[in-house]
Nanobody, 126 residues
């Protein structure tokens, strides 16, 4: 079992940067793929980025590719999302989630992830 707590959200101007962190508790963090999702008001939760249990194979939604970078530190039980060149459309609550590597799917579907954090708000002003 994994417990997840996000931090690092806040208010930033267009073009600015934020770094989100997700701290995991539980002995098996290094066994799980990790993902970041976001949910804007009135919209469905959507995939942002994922990274495999080993730290390889980062994968991004087209909307954030080239601006966001996902990374993890298994020794510290953390996964991070560096967000640069932020846009107003990036405004959302951001969630980290864990996924058992042998789960069917490409790692972009909400249903593939079994543990979720409570979310952290990111607001980008224009």
């Amino acid at each position: 079992q994994v417990q997840l707590v996000e931090s690092g959200g806040g208010l930033v101007q267009t073009g600015g940067s934020l770094r989100l962190s997700c701290a995991a508790s539980g002995r098996t963090f290094s066994s799980y793929d990790m993902g970041w999702f976001r949910q804007a008001p009135g919209k469905e939760r959507e995939f942002v980025a994922s990274i495999s249990w080993s730290g390889n194979n980062p994968y991004y939604a087209d909307s954030v590719k080239g601006r966001f970078t996902i990374s993890r530190d298994n020794a510290k039980n953390t996964v991070s999302l560096q967000m640069n060149s932020l846009k107003p459309e990036d405004t959302a609550v951001y969630y980290c989630a864990s996924r058992w590597p042998f789960t069917a799917g490409a790692g972009t579907g909400l249903y593939e992830y079994d543990y979720w954090g409570q979310g952290t708000q990111v607001t980008v002003s224009s």
